[in-house]
């Protein structure tokens, strides 16, 4: 099972970027997707997460009104879209999949991603 995350780039602040996940090598449909980052020096922290149903996303409160995330259940992927975005926002951001426990904590996924980073600049 593979988790691959791409999108990521060096932005200016104020702009959009939109981060993609696609799963490849599953027998079987997916629960929960996520999206977590990890910012320099920072401990990998949640950002938002998409049920299978895909009628709620629910996203950090630090992201929230700017970043949302999109869910095709059919394809197992995921997708983040990132508006205005600022400086603290640098990270490397990871796809999860498979939810075995509380949906914030990392430590509930069993799949990641290698990650994508992203760089917003002042």
């Known amino acids: 099972v593979q988790l691959q995350a791409s999108g990521g780039g060096v932005v200016q602040a104020g702009v959009s970027l939109r981060l993609s996940c696609t799963v490849s090598?599953?027998?079987?449909?997916?629960?929960?997707m996520a999206w977590f980052r990890r910012a320099p020096g920072r401990e990998r922290e949640f950002v938002a997460v998409s049920p299978r149903s895909n009628v709620t996303t629910y996203v950090a409160d630090s992201v929230k009104g700017r970043f949302t995330a999109f869910r095709d259940t059919a394809k197992n992927t995921m997708s983040l879209q990132m508006n205005n975005l600022k400086p603290p926002d640098t990270a490397v951001y990871y796809c999860?999949?498979?939810?075995?426990?509380?949906?914030?904590?990392?430590?509930?996924?069993?799949?990641w991603g290698q990650g994508t980073l992203v760089t917003v600049s002042s």
């Open positions: 090598g599953l027998t079987y449909d997916l629960n929960t």
């Open positions: 999860a999949a498979d939810l075995r426990g509380d949906w914030r904590l990392p430590s509930s996924y069993y799949y």
